[in-house]
């Protein structure tokens, strides 16, 4: 007889929160832990293991609790830990984990890095200059044409890119990246990049390093306001396909991208192993890479894992590419997905922590909807207050994209507290 599976999770975010539960749902009914996980995730009953209280920085701690609980798999969220090196001191442990490398995640830790690889590479990605001096960099502006994207070259928790429509915005992005880096802390490196009109679509694969599964492609939609208003968020809502997707882009974006960036990896030294995600811009035809992220997207995987069908063993899939055994295919999408994200007031600029959550009852909601936590905190037992700026994301799968675009929102409409806002055109064609 096979020992019963389990799992970890690393994160505690909204994201997490649905990998677990995807992981959760397989047919051996798994034992899920999420470290450090969220009061949402721990009071949800199909994550057995609920959220251990151990440090999720502390390495050491982490493998001692994967080897005591004998840990099938690890599976990490966040892009932090991975290039903070948590699957070296994994694998140095001969413990299982599945994610890439501290030299592979430097696809996203550097986006300089990552031009360099896409240029040796030979993957289209927009004309681009980098600079680390505010003055050459400002002369620089005064001669381009805007818009142009301005990113800082290391992590910034989704607040390292700024789409300047024009020179006063460009020279004020500058002053604050490459003096004081966007939340404060100093940036040495500034990426400037030409804009691109097109449809943004996240393709997103599981692979091995050389196999590659396919997962649907996704659509998020990063501006705080309807219409893309607004300023840039983590995400605010995401939708299963991407929309108006060629049938063939799967196939020219793993041609064109996907096989060529692991190709340079594994020639480096680096093979990848884990979630890569190409953020990618497509316009009549034309591929373009916006960025590189090593990770799966939030909240692109809200809507994915509703998304996936149904009898897919997610884990088994995850082992398969961590232990190298991984067989090239295409995982299809059963039902489009939807996944709407509940903000607390404030967001993005201050989100205020605190507030009363009001009508979340997950039996409240009919079966084809399923709310997951991004930032909550319990007051007591099923009251729940908000604890980040992204608080619940409201996801739903339907036959059409339509159907489950009404019953997210319908969802969503039960749910308040004092300031709560979300997008009301997410998957609005
Ligand atoms: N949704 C964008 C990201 O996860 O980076």
């Not at 501290?102 to 289209?124: D, N, P, R």
Request: with cysteine; proline share 7%.
């Amino acid at each position: 007889m096979h020992q019963q599976r389990s799992f970890l999770v690393l994160g505690s975010g909204g994201r997490e929160h649905a990998i677990a539960w995807r992981l959760a749902r397989s047919a051996d009914n798994p034992v899920v832990y999420v470290i450090p996980g969220n009061d949402g995730i721990a009071a949800d009953p199909i994550i057995r293991g609920g959220c251990p209280p151990v440090p999720v920085n502390d390495f050491k701690a982490l493998a001692k609790f994967a080897r005591n609980h004998d840990i099938t798999l690890t599976v990490v969220g966040p892009e932090a830990l991975l290039c903070a090196g948590v699957v070296d001191y994994f694998r140095q442990n001969r413990l299982p984990i599945f994610g890439p490398s501290k030299a592979a995640a430097l696809l996203e830790a550097s986006k300089a890095f990552s031009k360099e690889i896409m240029h040796s590479a030979g993957i289209a990605t927009p004309q681009s200059e980098i600079f680390d001096n505010l003055s050459t960099a400002i002369s620089y502006v005064r001669n381009a044409k805007h818009p142009l994207v301005i990113k800082v070259d290391g992590l910034a928790a989704g607040k390292g890119v700024v789409i300047a429509q024009d020179l006063a915005t460009s020279e004020k992005t500058l002053r604050a990246f490459l003096a004081n880096g966007p939340s404060g802390q100093s940036s040495k490196i500034v990426i400037i990049e030409k804009f691109l009109e097109g449809a943004e679509t996240s393709f997103i694969v599981v692979t091995d390093g050389k196999n590659v599964a396919t997962l649907p492609t996704s659509r998020d939609y990063k501006r705080v306001f309807d219409n893309d208003l607004g300023p840039n968020t983590g995400g605010m809502g995401a939708v299963v396909p991407a929309p108006q997707t060629d049938p063939a882009l799967a196939k020219h974006a793993l041609q064109r991208v996907i096989h060529p960036v692991l190709d340079e990896l594994q020639q480096r030294g680096n093979p990848f192993c884990g979630f890569l995600y190409a953020g990618l811009m497509i316009d009549n035809g034309e591929i373009n890479v916006l960025e590189f992220n090593v990770r799966l997207g939030d909240p692109e995987t809200q809507a994915l894992v509703r998304a996936m069908p149904d009898d897919l063993d997610f884990g088994l899939l995850l082992q398969n590419a961590a232990h190298g055994t991984l067989q090239d295919c295409e995982i299809p999408v059963e039902t489009p997905a939807i996944c709407i994200v509940m903000a607390a007031r404030g967001y993005p600029d201050a989100p205020v922590p605190g507030d009363i959550i009001y009508g979340l009852t997950d039996s409240a909601h009919p079966e084809n909807v399923k709310v997951f936590h991004a930032g909550t905190k319990a007051v007591k037992p099923g009251e729940f207050t908000t604890a980040a700026g992204r608080v619940l994301n409201v996801t739903a799968c339907a036959t059409t994209l339509s159907d489950a675009r009404q019953d997210a929102y319908a969802a969503a409409a039960q749910i308040h507290w004092n300031g709560a806002h979300y997008r009301h055109d997410i998957g609005r064609e």
